[in-house]
């Protein structure tokens, strides 16, 4: 099959556009045009592109693809109106996407890899492993698509779907370049927010690439024992390695990290877990979101009630922490990362 594949167009940078084109024999400004085409317009097919010679188009079809993406299912919550999508990508693999509206401008989460191979606990994307990566056009498609469904502009990106970003470096590393570059959707890197479970050498290296995106650090568990009970990727890497990461992502970017940490009843919301998250985020310029873990059917967890979370909210906030707790939405559409792929493949499989 190698050879015949026709080249996934929407993942090349504009430069390497431009030599895609001298290579064809055609002029480097095509590829502005189709770029345009592809990263503006939004345009799903060579069809569309009225302003390249009809040769051309038919060249373009034959060697390279924009690839496809099919909804299978949009979800609109009767609660606070955030639509879940469940895609199909061309190899059949099903990721999902959500838009959530603020106030202040519409926010889309994103996929990064079909399924995961992190294995924490209480998520639903992980149970049946990583399928595989997704590539940069993919991961662009699904804000596209969304934006053209649901005719809305998409001003801020969460990276917080299914997959761990960090475990599909390059991948991710170029949808970021190519999602804030101006001549794409532009998108500021300032309204980008990435999440991951730890993955120690690609903080350093992702710090090292001048962007100015939010890093979210997932850690669930203020003492590296408690981590290691949620999230198997601390065995790997230490609590201590993993905020000396972020330490240097601050130091790096100046941008303050957002901890991240799901309440879960009797696991990680007493007060000695109170305790410990208050002497570890003391003096560090952050900010620590409480997400009441989302209950997963095939996972026993439990969140605390409203009142208690809010007392853990409370005390950690009189000693000084920036913290929040994330507004639960669409709780009625499977709002929880990878529960709508998890029932859609179980229900197909049957
Ligand atoms: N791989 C990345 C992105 C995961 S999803 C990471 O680990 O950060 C974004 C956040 O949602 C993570 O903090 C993740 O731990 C959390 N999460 C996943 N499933 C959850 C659930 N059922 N309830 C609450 N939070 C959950």
Redesign the pocket.
């Known amino acids: 099959m190698q050879g015949q594949e026709k080249k996934d167009i929407a993942s090349f940078y504009l430069e390497e556009l431009k030599e895609e084109m001298e290579s064809m024999g055609e002029k480097s400004f095509r590829a502005g045009q189709i770029y345009q085409w592809i990263h503006q317009k939004l345009a799903d097919d060579f069809s569309e592109m009225t302003n390249l010679p009809v040769a051309l188009r038919e060249k373009l079809d034959a060697g390279y693809e924009i690839r496809k993406m099919e909804l299978l299912r949009r979800q609109v919550s009767r609660i606070d109106g955030t639509n879940k999508f469940l895609f199909s990508l061309t190899d059949g693999n099903m990721i999902e996407s959500v838009l959530m509206k603020y106030k202040h401008g519409n926010s889309v989460c994103i996929s990064s890899q079909a399924g995961?191979r992190?294995g924490?606990r209480?998520?639903?994307s992980t149970l049946d492993g990583l399928a595989r990566n997704l590539t940069a056009s993919e991961m662009l498609r699904q804000i596209y698509r969304i934006q053209k469904l649901s005719q809305e502009r998409v001003s801020n990106v969460v990276v917080?779907?299914s997959?761990?970003p960090l475990d599909n470096y390059d991948n991710f590393v170029r949808f970021l370049r190519m999602l804030s570059d101006r001549n794409g959707l532009n998108v500021s890197q300032r309204n980008i927010t990435a999440?991951?479970?730890g993955i120690v050498p690609g903080i350093y290296r992702l710090a090292k690439e001048n962007f100015q995106i939010t890093l979210?650090l997932?850690l669930?568990g203020a003492s590296q024992e408690k981590r290691k009970e949620l999230m198997p990727i601390a065995n790997q890497y230490h609590l201590d390695e993993v905020l000396h990461a972020c330490d240097d992502y601050f130091a790096a970017t100046g941008r303050r990290i957002t901890f991240?940490y799901?309440l879960v009843q009797g696991v990680n919301d007493t007060k000695e877990d109170e305790d410990a998250l208050i002497s570890l985020l003391n003096g560090r310029n952050c900010h620590l979101n409480l997400?009441p873990?989302?209950p997963?059917r095939e996972r026993k967890y439990r969140r605390p009630d409203k009142k208690s979370a809010n007392n853990f909210k409370n005390n950690l906030e009189k000693h000084g922490i920036n913290v929040t707790i994330r507004r639960e939405l669409g709780s009625d559409i499977d709002g929880?990362?990878g529960q709508l792929r998890r029932r859609t493949m179980i229900s197909e499989a049957r």
């Open positions: 995961c992190m924490c209480f998520c639903a917080m779907g997959g761990e999440s991951t479970c979210a997932s669930h991240e799901s997400i873990v989302n997963v929880a990362c």
